[in-house]
């Protein structure tokens, strides 16, 4: 018999689990495996405290950070199981396919703390604030200044980024040059 | 940085228009799985008989996990037997014992000592599997699974754990620490920093009856090779 929270949950999974999947694909660091994992587990714990979660002033920066927590949560896990080991891409040239690059970036990514990832994630994809970003990681503003800062220093040097400096944002200030044809994502 | 977010947009995967109603169903009947789980739980600590009785159950099932047993997860071939690739001359205290490994060294990896019983289940570059002689499992989507197994890599510094019991220890004078992993029984991960700020990870799954020691004594005798690749996540 399915009741309210059934019917409920049901509509926010078809609305919202595709960006749940892209986003915690990005927090994996493309381990793909490991997202739908994370996003099987995040799903439930809203379905657990779904009172609490119809009740949150922002449930966007509720799941996303059950999301989160997931991922840290992960870490202080078992291996349970092996991942095969893809070989270490080339170098991104200008003439380069995009899968590479997605390639290159989930490599750049794999060698940031889990916490560290969750910041540029929430900052340059979801286009969080920095004091949303700060609310969905649960620290304060200034460590998500400090670590979007070094995320990007560390990024910057993996990726060898052809962007222009005064491109990129200072740390802590929103992105302001977006490509104009990106959908806006909002978990 | 516009390109960060382009290509972390490519990077997220694809965006199907929907989602698949059976995916959605099996979400849903996971998430009220749980919720019966927890509530059957809730009741069973209020009587105090499901946590007797499922203490009772896994002691069983799993001997080795009993304080002071000797016993090595079902299947294994315990004790103080050499495998083929084993040698002998190994003690029992602290778990199922070790002995000299006389095999061919695995790749990215050598080893001094080996579990009694146990062999190389699987090796590469990415990392090294130890388990009981015999150990037979398919792999499921390419993964092999840790489960039952010793497994050995090298890590880098974003897998070091934080938030879960830690021990400090020494490894052939090199600092280090086993953590007690969350979930997993009495599965522990050794870190051992190593020259380059990589970690010599060792996770040791639960029901092998190790102590502490034991696993710093089997750390003490693997070596990194040149060959071995750190992974990272």
């Known amino acids: 018999m399915k009741t309210v929270r059934d019917e409920q949950f049901r509509s926010y999974v078809l609305d919202r689990r ?17 997202a739908e994992d994370l996003v099987q587990s995040t799903l439930t714990q809203l379905y657990l405290a779904w009172p609490a979660f119809q009740r949150a002033r922002n449930p966007n920066a509720y799941a996303r950070r059950a999301l989160v927590n997931a991922l840290v949560d992960e870490k202080r896990r078992p291996w349970r199981r092996e991942h095969s080991t893809p070989d270490l891409p080339e170098p991104v040239s200008p003439e380069t396919g995009s899968s590479t690059a997605a390639d290159q970036l989930n490599q750049a990514l794999r060698e940031l703390p889990p916490r560290m990832r969750a910041a540029l994630v929430l900052r340059y994809f979801h286009d969080l604030s920095v004091a949303d970003t700060a609310e ?16 990007l220093d560390r990024l910057r040097l993996v990726l ?9 944002p200072a740390p802590g200030l929103r992105p302001t040059s977006f490509s104009p044809v990106l959908p806006a994502t909002n978990l | 940085m516009s390109d960060l977010r382009t290509m972390m947009f490519q990077a997220a995967g694809p965006m199907p228009a929907t989602t698949d109603v059976q995916i959605v169903d099996q979400d849903l009947a996971r998430a009220r799985r749980a919720l019966r789980h927890r509530r059957v739980g809730r009741i069973g600590a209020s009587s105090g008989l499901v946590a007797v009785a499922a203490v009772g159950a896994f002691a069983i099932a799993v001997p080795g996990l009993l304080p002071g047993s000797a016993s090595t997860p079902s299947g294994t071939a315990a004790g103080t037997s050499s495998s083929a690739r084993a040698g002998s001359s190994g003690t029992t205290v602290g778990g199922t014992a070790l002995v000299s490994y006389t095999g061919k060294q695995p790749t990215g990896y050598t080893l001094d000592k080996v579990p009694a019983g146990w062999e190389i289940n699987r090796s590469d570059a990415g990392a090294l599997l130890l388990a009981p002689v015999g150990f037979a499992e398919e792999p499921v989507d390419g993964m092999v699974s840790f489960q039952g197994k010793i497994a050995v890599m090298q890590e880098g510094e974003a897998s070091f754990p934080s938030g879960i019991p830690m021990d400090k220890v020494q490894v052939a004078g090199r600092p280090g620490v086993i953590a007690h992993m969350k979930g997993g029984g009495d599965t522990r991960t050794l870190f051992v920093k190593q020259r380059s700020g ?13 102590s502490n020691d034991r696993i710093v004594e089997f750390a003490a005798g693997v070596h990194i090779t040149k060959s071995a690749t750190v992974s990272q996540g």
């Open chain 1, 160 to 168: 060898d980024c052809t962007a222009d400096d005064q491109d990129a």
């Open chain 1, 18 to 34: 595709v960006e749940l999947v892209r986003t915690a694909t990005l927090l994996t660091a493309g381990d793909r495996h490991l």
């Open chain 1, 136 to 151: 969905a990681l649960g620290c304060t503003q200034g460590t998500v200044k400090s670590q979007t800062a070094r995320a």
């Open chain 2, 198 to 210: 990589d970690y010599l990870a060792i996770q040791v799954w639960s029901g092998l009856g190790w």
